[in-house]
């Protein structure tokens, strides 16, 4: 009764959002899971997709260097300033709270004059590769929402890979280069992210941008950039939320791309400011990392809008009767119809995708497309009930909705667009069309669109 009672409400949803073809800035927060409606009478819940809000990661990680002794301080070293073999003032021992520079100090709230940063030994063993791997692990699958950010208290690493893992750390997958010599580096033509366009947006790419060793006092960063990405989907303005949304939606490569457990920093080349390594006074080359920014948030599959950090495990607190830490299955005695992520359409509420009781007869249990659910499998973006093309669009295999001229957006609810916004539009439509063989993964960093849309001033775009 209450599922009939869930389409109804939806149905309204739904035609409300159509009435509402002016769409606030506000869309898609997802912060609420559920809420109590009054309808026929009587008190009942509605369901709504979900997730967590975007926090600073850095607090829930483990770190781990590889090689363990890699850390200054043991023996004390004397360091030298890349740019002046003699200004030796830099010492780390590992003896000395001051002097010391263990890896935590990368995460340590910055701020404070000086600076507090980890440091590796020197290079040594010149010619010998000095690399270091630093690997963040969270022990949970999380969402990035913004650019991860490093900076550097030493000159930026001639050679660096960024790389992350989706399944705890068994394998990795390089997420970006960065070097002095893309090519010579890693046979990699050097390219910026604001080269990538909608078909690219999710290539792998080699960038000299931040390997400018010689510079570094104005500039110790390190990004890897999240925001640019995004703003390739969203557009110059939020025209283009519904289409976006859809996408998203329905794209796994795009969700898988911002998801990860670990990610880790291969630090190949230590900056060295010349062509030639001084191999009389090796003190000058080391890695010095003052901090490290990870945004995101725990990827609860749109089960959960709250995400907890307990005995040193972030879990997912789930809702609408589903368990785990990222609520990827349905609770004992809820496996009534088989679990699915929650969809973030329509928007701008999304569908919740409750897992129901196991004891509905199957007469009662509710068909999927007649729930408007959208299954990832076959990840429905339009249909007959719930979904209707507007102004004369045709749903195609549910894929889709074919639009007549002078409309678009992906229920065609649009009415017009003019000039470039058009052709931009269609180009984006025919870049991201889903995979035919679309599986079940989530995506959190919808509702972020329009926040970093706006924070960014739309004007860069
Ligand atoms: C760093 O990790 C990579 C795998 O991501 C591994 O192949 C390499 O040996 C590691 N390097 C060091 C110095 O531990
Ligand atoms: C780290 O330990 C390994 C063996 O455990 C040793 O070969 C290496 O020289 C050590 N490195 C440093 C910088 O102390
Ligand atoms: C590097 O050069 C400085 C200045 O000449 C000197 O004080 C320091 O001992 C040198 N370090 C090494 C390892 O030669
Ligand atoms: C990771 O989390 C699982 C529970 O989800 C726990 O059993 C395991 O011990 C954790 N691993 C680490 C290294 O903390
Ligand atoms: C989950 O199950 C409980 C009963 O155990 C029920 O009260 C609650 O309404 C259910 N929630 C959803 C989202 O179906
Ligand atoms: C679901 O509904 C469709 C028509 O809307 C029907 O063809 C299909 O057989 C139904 N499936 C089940 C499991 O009832
Ligand atoms: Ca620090």
């Not at 912060?31 to 997730?51: F, G, I, N, P, T």
């Not at 926090?55 to 023996?75: A, E, F, H, Q, W």
């Not at 909705?401 to 539009?425: H, M, N, R, V, Y």
Request: charged share 20%; proline share 6%.
């Amino acid at each position: 009764m209450h599922l009939l009672l869930v389409f109804v409400l939806q149905a309204l949803w739904v035609s409300w959002c159509h009435a509402t073809q002016h769409y606030p800035a506000s869309w898609g927060h997802y912060d609420v899971c559920k809420s109590q409606v009054y309808a026929e009478d009587r008190l009942a819940w509605h369901y709504m997709a979900c997730q967590p809000e975007a926090t600073d990661m850095t607090k829930y990680l483990r770190v781990s260097l590889d090689p363990p002794n890699i850390t200054c301080g043991d023996p004390p070293e004397m360091y030298c300033a890349l740019e002046n073999p003699y200004m030796c003032n830099n010492e780390c021992d590992a003896e000395t709270e001051e002097l010391a520079h263990p890896p935590e100090l990368m995460f340590d709230s910055e701020g404070r004059n000086p600076t507090t940063f980890w440091q590796s030994t020197s290079w040594k063993k010149y010619p010998k590769p000095l690399q270091v791997n630093i690997t963040l692990s969270w022990n949970k699958t999380i969402e990035l929402t913004d650019d991860i950010v490093l900076t550097f208290e030493s000159g930026r690493p001639e050679q660096l890979v960024l790389e992350k893992s989706l399944d705890y750390g068994r394998t990795w997958q390089p997420y970006q280069f960065y070097a002095a010599d893309c090519l010579d580096a890693f046979t990699m033509e050097p390219k910026a992210v604001h080269q990538l366009t909608q078909s690219s947006m999710l290539e792998i790419i080699c960038t000299e941008v931040y390997s400018t060793g010689y510079v570094w006092k104005y500039d110790k960063t390190v990004r890897f950039e999240i925001k640019d990405r995004f703003a390739l989907l969203a557009g110059p303005r939020l025209h283009n939320m519904a289409s976006l949304y859809g996408q998203l939606d329905t794209t796994k490569n795009l969700r898988d791309f911002f998801t990860l457990t670990d990610l880790r920093i291969r630090l190949l080349r230590p900056a060295t400011g010349a062509t030639m390594v001084d191999e009389n006074n090796l003190s000058r080359y080391f890695y010095a990392i003052s901090d490290i920014k990870v945004q995101g948030r725990c990827k609860c599959n749109l089960h959960a809008n709250s995400c907890v950090f307990d005995k040193g495990k972030l879990g997912c607190e789930c809702e609408h009767n589903t368990t785990g830490p990222d609520c990827a299955r349905c609770k004992r005695h809820f496996q009534g119809r088989a679990w699915s992520m929650g969809s973030y359409l329509p928007i701008p509420k999304g569908t919740a995708n409750i897992c129901i009781p196991n004891n509905l007869g199957t007469s009662v249990r509710p068909n999927a497309s007649s729930l408007g659910v959208a299954n990832r499998n076959q990840a429905r973006v339009c249909d007959h009930v719930l979904l209707r093309c507007q102004n004369g669009g045709v749903c195609h295999h549910h894929q889709r909705c074919q639009c007549p001229a002078g409309f678009s957006g992906i229920l065609c609810e649009k009415t017009q667009c003019q000039g470039d916004s058009c052709e931009e539009l269609q180009s984006r439509q025919t870049a991201l069309r889903p995979p035919p063989a679309a599986q079940t993964l989530p995506l959190a960093l919808l509702s972020l669109i329009p926040s970093l849309l706006a924070t960014r001033g739309l004007t860069s775009l």
